[in-house]
């Protein structure tokens, strides 16, 4: 069975200021990654997503992740946030090679506040 | 409007009425899921559907029901509603099963049972 877990249920942050939000998932199978953002009072939209080749991924608004196998990690990381950044932050894995329906699994979210 | 759409977004009810959540997508999407949002707990999986009547049921099932009698469209029936259902619920779908299809979300709908 996956699971994803994230080690933050809240980080708080100053504007400008470097922020890292951590992923850890448990898999027997090779899995694909991702991490999505919710807005207040929006539903869940795609900031990055790990399927192959490069470990370091860029995607929207800044925010790269790096997966790290060994470490069974995804970890998303921004060099300067700000407040528009305040958000929560979902990572999820999928495991599709089973034919399991596309379903992801998601870690708890990380609530990301910065602060002026 | 193109797009994902959910309804109502806000909803309260009783302990043991019948609830009815509506998605409704304009892609064409083959899959379509629910999820409820709760804290704590992240996103969890109700059920999903693979094309027009299949349905599968997912992480947390019971109490639910859900059908796809027409491709854009995927009703969530909570047939009588416990004040443990009270959470926020997401629509999603997404086209296909390749890594490459990226999966989509409506707005979400805040549900409380009193």
């Known amino acids: 069975a996956q699971s994803v877990t994230q080690l933050d249920s809240q980080v708080p942050v100053f504007e400008e200021a470097p922020v890292e939000l951590r992923c850890n998932y448990s898999?027997?199978?090779?899995?694909?990654l991702f991490w999505y953002v919710q807005y207040p009072n929006q539903g869940l939209q795609l900031l990055l997503k790990?399927?192959?080749?490069?470990?370091l991924v860029k995607g929207i608004n800044g925010f790269e992740a790096e997966f790290n196998k060994s470490q069974t990690s995804f970890h998303l990381r921004k060099p300067s946030v700000h407040i528009s950044d305040t958000a929560e932050y979902f990572c999820?894995?999928?495991?599709?090679?089973?034919?399991?329906?596309?379903?992801?699994?998601f870690g708890q979210g990380t609530e990301l506040s910065v602060k002026p | 409007d193109a797009g994902i759409t959910q309804s109502p977004r806000y909803k309260i009810t009783e302990t043991g009425r019948q609830v009815t959540l509506m998605c409704h997508q304009t892609?064409?999407?083959?899959?379509m899921f629910w999820y409820r949002q709760d804290l704590g707990h992240g996103l969890r999986l109700i059920y999903y559907?693979?094309?027009?009547?299949?349905?599968d049921k997912g992480e947390v099932p019971d109490g639910y029901v859900v059908s796809r009698s027409k491709t854009e469209n995927f009703p969530l029936t909570l047939e009588s509603a416990t004040r443990s259902q009270t959470s926020v619920y997401f629509c999603?779908?997404?086209?296909?099963?390749?890594?490459?299809?990226?999966?989509?979300f409506g707005p979400g709908t805040r549900l409380t049972v009193l």
């Open positions: 898999s027997s199978v090779s899995v694909y």
């Open positions: 999820a894995v999928s495991n599709l090679i089973y034919n399991q329906g596309g379903k992801l699994i």
């Open positions: 892609w064409s999407h083959s899959y």
């Open positions: 790990y399927l192959s080749g490069s470990t």
């Open positions: 999603a779908s997404r086209t296909g099963l390749a890594a490459t299809d990226t999966q989509y």
């Open positions: 559907s693979a094309a027009a009547d299949i349905t």
